[in-house]
Each structure stands twice: as structure tokens, then as C-alpha cells.
């Protein structure tokens, strides 16, 4: 069973379109963050959201934190080849004395000139 | 500063040999996180220590070890490969915050 479902799965657009990916989930979290992942490359963090209803911008790059903390997007305004990649939700899960990191499958995003 | 660093980049081995992989966290930081991704899906917890303890462990059989050093940098064991283990082995350093956590670049793994 994913905990975390990510969608789309895939999506391809033309540079200069905006986008937005979800990840949802029947769990809380207590907090979620969101990578991008180039082949053969580890997850780089791009922001991680605390708190229920959290809005975090990054430039062109805007994350939400659903009120319930089971939900979030990534949307993207006007997109460049650059921001091509794999975009990974994961959530923080709290397990006995550790908290880890439950990702969903992941986004893949290509941008076209 | 230095990121994580984890080596070897990539590594091919056959069915039921072993295999170690190493990594450095990022200067500072005592916990470090273990990865699996598979192509085409999200990364799934191996094993977290912290301070040389084993902090907690994900879902993957006993064939799979780890320990981590004095200088925090970790090392991970597997034992009687299988073809299934063929993955990115992905670690990741944690800071004052659980989760703020940086990943290295991976060690490609393909058992042949």
C-alpha cells in the first residue's frame, strides 16, 4: 500500500505553461517535504511545510500544506526545460525512536523548448 | 562545505555475493538514513542511526546490515545478493531537525 500517492505519474508540457502536482494521503504527517531528483542524481530538497495550510514560495515555485497535513502541491508558473525532472513528496513518519521518510512515486516533469 | 558522499558511484556484482556501501554525512551531522529506490519509484527507508545506534528499520531482510562509525560516517551490508537488489542506494545526512535531511548522489548497485 503507498502511503503517499503522487499525480500525475507523468506530464510533459511546452516552457512557458504553468503545472501543478498533487501528493495526498490518508495519513497525517508532521511534516512533508519535497525533493527533485535528476537520473543517477539523489533527491535534492527543494522546501519542507510544518504547519496545516502552509503556503511556501521558491521562486517560480509555490508548495502547499493541506489544513489536515495529509495533503500537499507543488505548482509551477511558467515552466523552463531547466525545472525537467523527477519530483518526490515525502512525509515525515514517526516509527519507535526514529522518524523516516515515506515518499510517494514521484512525478516525472519534462519541459519542453 | 562538503555534502554527503557516498561510494562507490557504481558497483556490479553476481547473485549471492556481498556487498558494502559507504557514506559520509555532512560535516555537523550525526544521523544518517538509508535508501532503496528502485527504477521508476520513490526511495523506501532501509535503516536510520544516530550516535552509532540504530535508530529504526524499514521493511527489508535481515540480509540487510548497517552500522555507523565514531565519525558518523555508515556503512551498508548486504549479504546473498539477489537480482532484486539491483537499485540506487541513496543516504541521506539529517541535521538539528528530523526532517531536514540531504541525500548524496547514490551508489548505482546492479547484481547480475
Known amino acids: 500500500t503507498q502511503l503517499l500517492e503522487q499525480s500525475p505519474q507523468f506530464l510533459s508540457i511546452q516552457e512557458g505553461e504553468n503545472l501543478t502536482v498533487y501528493c495526498n494521503s490518508s495519513s497525517v504527517f508532521s511534516s512533508l517535504q519535497w525533493y527533485r531528483q535528476e537520473p543517477g542524481e539523489g533527491p535534492v530538497l527543494l522546501v519542507t511545510v510544518v504547519t496545516g495550510g502552509e503556503v511556501k514560495k521558491l521562486k517560480r515555485l509555490t508548495f502547499q500544506f493541506g489544513d489536515a497535513r495529509k495533503d500537499s502541491s507543488l505548482h509551477i508558473t511558467a515552466a523552463q526545460p531547466g525545472d525537467t525532472g523527477l519530483y518526490l513528496c515525502?512525509?515525515?513518519?514517526?516509527?519507535?525512536?526514529?522518524?523516516?521518510?515515506?515518499f510517494g512515486k514521484g512525478t516525472k516533469l519534462t519541459v519542453n523548448p | 562545505d562538503a555534502g554527503v558522499t557516498q561510494s562507490p558511484t557504481h558497483l556490479i556484482k553476481t547473485r549471492g555475493q556481498h556487498v558494502t556501501l559507504r557514506c559520509s554525512p555532512i560535516?555537523?551531522?550525526?544521523?544518517v538514513s538509508w535508501y532503496q529506490q528502485v527504477l521508476g519509484q520513490g526511495p523506501q527507508f532501509i535503516f536510520q542511526y544516530y550516535e552509532k545506534e540504530e535508530r529504526g528499520r524499514g521493511n527489508f531482510p535481515d540480509r540487510f546490515s548497517a552500522r555507523q562509525f565514531p565519525n558518523y560516517s555508515s556503512e551498508l551490508n548486504v549479504n546473498a545478493l539477489l537480482l532484486g537488489d539491483s537499485a540506487l542506494y541513496l543516504c541521506a545526512s539529517m541535521g538539528k531537525s528530523s526532517y531536514e535531511q540531504y541525500f548524496g548522489p547514490g551508489t548505482r548497485l546492479t547484481v547480475t
Open positions: 560535516s555537523g551531522h550525526k544521523s
Open positions: 515525502a512525509g515525515t513518519k514517526a516509527q519507535g525512536g526514529s522518524e523516516k521518510l515515506v
